[in-house]
């Protein structure tokens, strides 16, 4: 089993920067992707962004391309997204996700969620 525990989420204007963060724990695949999606209120979950196991591809949706940075530090089995020039339509309950293999595949594995709230 593996837990994901999200962190970092929080109340930010318009324009500002949140970083989150996930760490995951217990046993791991050799390899996987990491991830994160989101849920705004009255909305179906959906794709933020990806990464493989060697951080060498990335996938973004296209909404957060160019604001959001996803990383990972495999030592520490966590993953990050730094998000930039935040808008009201970021506001959601962002989820990290843990995926087995060295694609870009997720679901495995589910976090509780963070929530972002960005004020106009």
């Known amino acids: 089993q593996v837990q994901l525990v999200e962190s970092g989420g929080g109340l930010v204007q318009v324009g500002g920067s949140l970083k989150l963060s996930c760490a995951a724990s217990?046993?791991?695949?050799?390899?996987?992707?990491m991830g994160w999606f989101r849920r705004a209120p009255g909305k179906e979950r959906e794709f933020v962004a990806a990464?493989?196991?060697?951080?060498?591809?990335?996938h973004y949706r296209d909404s957060v391309k160019g604001r959001f940075t996803i990383s990972r530090d495999n030592a520490r089995m966590t993953v990050y997204l730094q998000m930039n020039s935040l808008k009201p339509e970021d506001t959601a309950v962002y989820y990290c996700t843990l995926g087995s293999g060295s694609g870009l595949r997720l679901g495995d594995y589910w976090g509780q969620g963070t929530q972002v709230t960005v004020s106009s």
């Open positions: 990464i493989t196991w060697s951080g060498g591809v990335t």
């Open positions: 217990g046993r791991a695949f050799s390899t996987y992707a």
